[in-house]
């Protein structure tokens, strides 16, 4: 198989890649090679940046395949598209949960749940906007490639390489054991994608040759908020006491935190994708993963989370 992927040195793309490299596929990266410039040496790159539409390094070749990574904006995927034309076989497209509609819904949701209207009118990326693009971009693939289309739609994504602090935030904390402050109920449900599973689901539907779109979920087993600290904690081999502290105490977008109103979406069904071939890594193996990751690169800053002083005040106000 001859893939062609746009992006694919960040997290989600760099795992796509190291699972197409294992069944030997023939992989071509497309980016601006500014990103994990030492990833996959033996891979060709050619280099473009979307942002500023120059595919020029895409005006020649031919791949059975295009996985594209990094397309957030219908000028984004509309200038690969144009780009590209025919010679390629399949366009697979990572979307977003956020291009489902956010209310209305109950738990086990499927791929049939409506979408939320499309938005043409913007590039900025906020919490308003991005779901809105990413449908439109979803419209616009299917429209070009019809049946050679597949769109999967990742929930969170947790996993070694992760380049956001969600789910590391709290693989890090639990390790530390003792009093932990979580702002939020404990029984809210969670959802969390292994990136390795994730990367399997993909190679084997264009392996496949399915088309449709496909709701990338995990773990395997309904957990919860307070379940998966609990387990990251045993995966760090601590113990943790989960103390609830009022959610006005926590910043904008607190990791996995959600409102009540949206707890239905951290409660999809899985049925689609796992029939297609996605694994499902037990929650604890990822933990213990991200977990070795995380000190191997020297427990970097986080950008999200309660400092540690943040932290103590609140348990010493609220324990």
């Given at each position: 198989m001859r893939l062609l992927v746009l992006g694919g040195t960040s997290f989600v793309g760099r795992s796509i890649v190291a699972d197409a490299l294992d069944h030997e596929w023939q992989v071509t990266l497309f980016g601006r090679g500014k990103t994990g410039s030492e990833l996959f040496p033996d891979v060709p790159r050619l280099i473009g940046d979307r942002d500023t539409d120059d595919y020029r390094a895409l005006s020649e070749g031919d791949w059975d395949a295009v996985v594209d990574v990094s397309g957030y904006i219908p000028r984004h995927v509309n200038g690969a598209m144009v780009a590209l034309g025919d010679r390629i076989g399949r366009y697979l497209f990572i979307s977003s949960h956020a291009v489902y509609v956010q209310e209305g819904?109950?738990?086990?949701?499927?791929?049939?749940?409506?979408?939320?209207?499309?938005?043409?009118?913007?590039?900025?990326?906020?919490?308003?906007?991005?779901?809105?693009?990413?449908?439109?971009?979803?419209?616009?693939?299917?429209?070009?490639?019809?049946?050679?289309?597949?769109?999967?739609?990742?929930?969170?994504?947790?996993?070694?390489?992760?380049?956001?602090?969600?789910?590391?935030?709290?693989?890090?904390?639990?390790?530390?054991?003792?009093?932990?402050?979580?702002?939020?109920?404990?029984?809210?449900?969670?959802?969390?994608?292994?990136?390795?599973?994730?990367?399997?689901?993909?190679?084997?539907?264009?392996?496949?040759?399915?088309?449709?779109?496909?709701?990338?979920?995990?773990?395997?087993?309904?957990?919860?908020?307070?379940?998966?600290?609990?387990?990251?904690?045993?995966?760090?081999?601590?113990?943790?006491?989960?103390?609830?502290?009022?959610?006005?105490?926590?910043?904008?977008?607190?990791p996995l935190v959600r409102e009540r109103s949206g707890w239905s979406s951290l409660q999809r069904d899985p049925a689609k994708a796992r029939a297609a071939g996605m694994p499902a890594t037990p929650l604890a193996v990822t933990a213990a993963d991200v977990l070795a990751w995380d000190r191997e690169r020297g427990l970097p800053p986080l950008d999200h989370g309660f400092t540690p002083e943040e932290e103590a005040r609140l348990l010493e106000l609220h324990g």
């Amino acid at each position: 198989m001859r893939l062609l992927v746009l992006g694919g040195t960040s997290f989600v793309g760099r795992s796509i890649v190291a699972d197409a490299l294992d069944h030997e596929w023939q992989v071509t990266l497309f980016g601006r090679g500014k990103t994990g410039s030492e990833l996959f040496p033996d891979v060709p790159r050619l280099i473009g940046d979307r942002d500023t539409d120059d595919y020029r390094a895409l005006s020649e070749g031919d791949w059975d395949a295009v996985v594209d990574v990094s397309g957030y904006i219908p000028r984004h995927v509309n200038g690969a598209m144009v780009a590209l034309g025919d010679r390629i076989g399949r366009y697979l497209f990572i979307s977003s949960h956020a291009v489902y509609v956010q209310e209305g819904i109950g738990p086990g949701s499927t791929e049939s749940t409506p979408l939320r209207p499309e938005r043409r009118d913007t590039e900025e990326l906020d919490n308003s906007s991005y779901g809105p693009l990413k449908v439109a971009c979803e419209t616009d693939i299917r429209a070009r490639y019809g049946d050679r289309a597949t769109i999967v739609r990742p929930g969170r994504v947790a996993g070694p390489y992760d380049n956001q602090d969600a789910f590391t935030y709290w693989v890090r904390r639990a390790a530390q054991g003792g009093r932990l402050a979580l702002p939020a109920d404990p029984d809210q449900p969670t959802q969390i994608t292994d990136a390795r599973d994730l990367a399997r689901l993909v190679i084997q539907l264009l392996t496949d040759q399915r088309g449709g779109a496909f709701n990338a979920i995990g773990p395997a087993e309904p957990t919860t908020l307070g379940g998966l600290i609990r387990t990251c904690a045993e995966a760090a081999g601590t113990e943790v006491d989960i103390v609830p502290v009022p959610a006005e105490s926590a910043g904008f977008l607190f990791p996995l935190v959600r409102e009540r109103s949206g707890w239905s979406s951290l409660q999809r069904d899985p049925a689609k994708a796992r029939a297609a071939g996605m694994p499902a890594t037990p929650l604890a193996v990822t933990a213990a993963d991200v977990l070795a990751w995380d000190r191997e690169r020297g427990l970097p800053p986080l950008d999200h989370g309660f400092t540690p002083e943040e932290e103590a005040r609140l348990l010493e106000l609220h324990g």
